[in-house]
């Protein structure tokens, strides 16, 4: 079974702090995500990237940058945290998409970030 | 723009019971949808998907159906368990500038199954 691993399973931190959400994947997966979830809005892509070094702007990505170094890892950065980016944060990954497979996430168990 | 939507924030039943989950999607041009599951304390995780030239799509006690008419979803559990309860989103797939298949997520409907 495809492991997604986050660091974290729940982080405190202070308004303006730089913070790094780690993910990494154990399944040689091409396209990495991070998604965050708060209740009633469901779940809004924040960034993700279909391979090293690559990274692509989701629906959310304002206050947020991400790294991939690495196939496996896949980090996101808050550079000042606010308050209102307290919220669940789950990394996916996936095969890569061509033609019109489909495409299966798989998730993390998600990182409950509080922001003081 | 799109949107993905659910009809009932929080569906209750009886354990054996068959539970029938509603998600409305309003591109006429997705073409794949996802049923995930998500415990408590868990990540999502997926139960079955269709392509959109499908109507029915049969799991292990699980169906997805399909109706492009009016852009309706609908996942049926069959002989529902107390393991089942969770909360269920669907996802639509869209095609990105990538060729790349971005999913978009509904709000979630919460299955509470008492024995």
């Known amino acids: 079974d495809v492991k997604v691993t986050q660091s974290s399973r729940y982080l405190v931190k202070r308004t303006g702090e730089k913070v790094f959400l780690e993910c990494v994947q154990d399944?040689?997966?091409?396209?990495m995500f991070w998604y965050r979830q708060d209740p009633g809005l469901g779940l809004r892509l924040i960034y993700f990237?279909?391979?090293?070094?690559?990274?692509e702007k989701g629906d959310i990505p304002e206050g947020y940058s991400v790294s991939r170094e690495k196939k496996e890892r896949f980090s996101l950065i808050l550079e000042s945290a606010s308050t209102n980016q307290t919220s669940m944060y789950l990394c996916?990954?996936?095969?890569?998409?061509?033609?019109?497979?489909?495409?299966?996430?798989?998730f993390g168990s998600g990182t409950q970030l509080s922001v003081l | 723009g799109e949107s993905v939507g659910l009809h009932l924030p929080t569906l209750s039943v009886q354990e054996g019971d068959n539970s029938i989950i509603n998600c409305a999607y309003s591109n006429s041009a997705s073409d794949y949808f996802i049923w995930y599951k998500q415990e408590s304390g868990k990540g999502p995780q997926f139960i079955i998907d269709?392509?959109?030239?499908?109507d029915k799509r049969q799991g292990q006690r699980v169906t997805v159906l399909l109706n492009k008419t009016v852009k309706h979803l609908s996942l049926q559990i069959a002989a529902t368990q107390p393991g089942d309860s969770a909360v269920y989103f669907c996802?639509?797939?869209?095609?990105?500038?990538?060729?790349?298949?971005?999913?978009?997520f509904g709000t979630g409907t919460r299955l509470l199954v008492s024995p």
């Open positions: 996916a990954s996936s095969l890569r998409v061509f033609s019109l497979k489909s495409e299966k996430l798989f």
């Open positions: 990237s279909y391979d090293v070094k690559m990274k």
């Open positions: 996802a639509e797939a869209l095609l990105g500038n990538t060729g790349f298949q971005k999913l978009v």
């Open positions: 399944m040689d997966h091409e396209n």
């Open positions: 269709i392509r959109s030239n499908m």
